[in-house]
């Protein structure tokens, strides 16, 4: 209560409907996350949301940018696809010579440098799973048992090295072998294992193919091309798919999808997911931290690019067992600014008290609450390897550790008191403070000076004093939920408290006592 902003992964007043606010990677699409049953953050419902994983982009808009084409003419929305939407593709021959089809190279060794684009190929063994959805469209002209497509990885020297043919007269499926010029089955990126072909009704038939990748792979190179076939030669060399194109060879081509997560087997046709953008599945980024004071003061972030993340591949950030939002973390592939700001409130001057669930994953100059100037209003912070308070002068206090901690600022003008999981107080003196904003995960709203590395559980600002006293009910408050630190008894814990303080005087021990043994 009397808080100036509240931010948490849990209801903290009654009457709060949504915690967060996020963006799903798969289609962009945003959605508030509330409360569970027991007041914290509604995990199912995130999950749900954020989907399964499909890790190609675009999956139903083959004329899009992202999809390169080969001798190749896209029609967008052709016809109905399998769901029943008019979103199916057709892909037709030009009259050129050459490879007819369309591709999207991705490559690990790129995707592992700056861009992290696609987190998912990682250099541990695992199973995966490639389809796409294909028909023969009206008009098409190519005779009976010719029409074939094949799903394959590079087109480059190695021919595609990981290969299937799929032939839409038969519904047969033939794995590439593995001699020849192809390189076949095996490559230095995926190991192919099996392809099969499943009949959807009206034409349609879902082809797919899957198999493993070894620990010690080089490079990883996602089976992301289809081009068309004259035979079902198992080891086709650049001969077999380099010819006159035919305008009669029309097809339908939907739903592209690649999966690579927990509980593939690869010998089964994975459930779809669709993919509106170059983004995947299973991941969420937190868009908008909403304020649980009362006074409006939500914490947004616009970019995407920008967010912080709070689910990977369906699974949900947590530190403590308490979910947790991670800032510019690698270890979650995350490499941009992430931050959330507010700049459009009134100035908050005067006395501060602030308490933070946050984690600092390195030592490095790193703010985790701060204000939205210029001026080095950093109110949690780790500055030159020092938990640190930055307001146009450092007050520090001991190093942080690796793991969460309950920080507190208490700020009255130019005095500073700074403390850590219910003790360790510093104090020293700087600027006095005056904040025109609020920014969680940098140091000054969209600048994003000192990016935090890290993760934040909970941020309670209060324009105002907070007693010894209630300090300490705060702080056990929080403490209770996530379990930070060790809680002491009661009477021990107002004895530690009474020492921190300094406090002789009988009447106020007996207050402090009174108090938190009540609580």
Not at 329 to 357: E, P
Request: with cysteine; net charge neutral; hydrophobic share 35%.
């Amino acid at each position: 209560p009397g808080a100036a902003a509240a931010y948490s992964l849990r209801r903290l007043v009654t009457g709060a409907t949504a915690s967060i606010r996020v963006r799903r990677s798969s289609d962009n699409q945003e959605t508030d996350i509330g409360f569970n049953s027991t007041g914290g953050l509604d995990t199912a419902s995130l999950v749900a949301f954020a989907g399964s994983f499909n890790g190609i982009g675009y999956s139903e808009d083959i004329d899009n940018a992202y999809w390169s084409k080969l001798n190749t003419t896209i029609t967008a929305n052709a016809d109905l696809a399998p769901d029943g939407t008019m979103t199916a593709d057709m892909m037709t021959d030009t009259t050129t010579s050459g490879t007819h089809g369309f591709y999207r190279y991705i490559s690990s060794f790129w995707l592992m440098g700056a861009g992290y684009d696609y987190p998912w190929l990682t250099t541990a063994t695992f199973s995966w799973n490639m389809s796409f959805y294909a028909k023969k469209a009206a008009g098409n002209t190519i005779p009976s048992g010719q029409n074939i497509l094949m799903l394959c990885q590079d087109l480059g020297s190695s021919d595609g090295l990981s290969k299937a043919l799929f032939n839409l007269d038969t519904g047969v499926a033939l794995l590439g072998t593995t001699s020849g010029y192809a390189g076949g089955q095996y490559s230095a990126d995926l190991k192919a294992t099996g392809a099969t072909m499943s009949d959807e009704g009206n034409g349609w038939w879902r082809c797919s193919m899957w198999g493993s990748a070894g620990a010690t792979a080089s490079a990883r190179v996602i089976p992301a091309s289809i081009v068309r076939m004259q035979s079902m030669n198992t080891n086709p060399s650049s001969l077999d798919r380099g010819f006159a194109g035919n305008t009669g060879a029309k097809y339908l081509i939907w739903g592209l999808q690649y999966k690579q997560e927990s509980g593939i087997s690869g010998t089964a046709i994975e459930p779809y997911t669709k993919t509106t953008n170059g983004g995947y599945g299973a991941y969420a980024f937190v868009s908008r931290w909403y304020d649980q004071s009362g006074n409006g003061r939500h914490v947004s972030q616009p970019t995407a690019i920008a967010q912080p993340n709070i689910v990977k591949l369906k699974e949900v950030a947590t530190n403590g067992g308490k979910p947790v939002i991670k800032f510019f973390n690698n270890a979650w592939d995350i490499m941009y600014a992430q931050h959330l700001y507010t700049s459009s409130m009134a100035s908050l001057t005067g006395t501060f008290s602030l308490f933070t669930v946050s984690k600092f994953d390195s030592t490095g100059n790193a703010v985790a609450v701060g204000g939205n100037t210029g001026t080095n209003n950093w109110l949690n912070a780790v500055i030159n390897a020092k938990f640190a308070n930055y307001v146009s002068g450092y007050v520090y206090g001991d190093s942080p550790n690796t793991d969460r901690n309950l920080h507190y600022l208490y700020k009255s003008g130019s005095s500073t008191t700074m403390g850590r999981n219910g003790g360790n107080n510093f104090t020293g003196t700087n600027t006095a403070m005056t904040l025109t904003g609020i920014s969680i995960g940098s140091g000054n709203g969209a600048a994003a000076q000192h990016r935090l590395a890290g993760d934040v559980q909970e941020v309670v600002l209060y324009n105002s004093e907070k007693s010894f006293a209630s300090r300490a009910a705060v702080e056990i408050n929080i403490n209770s939920y996530y379990s930070i630190y060790a809680q002491q008894s009661s009477d021990a814990d107002a004895q530690a408290f009474i020492t921190m303080a300094g406090l002789t005087s009988p009447a106020h021990q007996s207050a402090i006592t009174t108090l938190v043994t009540s609580l």
